[in-house]
Nanobody, 115 residues
């Protein structure tokens, strides 16, 4: 079963950038579609970016054009490049598989966008 460890969060000013990483254990990582999810205080956890096993990507409207998801199957890692960050991007960010095949969640990584 896949186990997930997120990293790369932090405090950044509006307009800044961060790159999140998600390291996945398991030799069959390459067959999984992967997504980045986020959960702000008092809100539900939402999928914001998705990448298929073949590299096809999809984004929530709120991050389209600012965030880029990518994956390196040789390193069992999925990334989220976040540019032009806004205060409303503040949340705990998690990676996981396709919403229909979720595995146990990792601890997430906190992203705070504030001046």
């Amino acid at each position: 079963q896949v186990q997930l460890v997120e990293s790369g969060g932090g405090l950044v000013q509006p307009g800044g950038s961060l790159r999140l990483s998600c390291a996945a254990s398991g030799s069959i990582f390459s067959i999984y579609a992967m997504g980045w999810y986020r959960q702000a205080p008092g809100k539900q956890r939402d999928l914001v970016a998705f990448i298929s096993s073949g590299g096809r990507t999809n984004y929530a409207d709120s991050v389209e054009g600012r965030f880029t998801i990518s994956r390196d199957n040789a390193k069992n890692t999925v990334y989220l490049q976040m540019n032009s960050l806004k205060p409303e991007d503040t949340a705990v960010y998690y990676c996981n598989t396709d919403p229909s095949t979720l595995v146990p969640w990792g601890q997430g990584t906190q992203v705070t966008v504030s001046s």
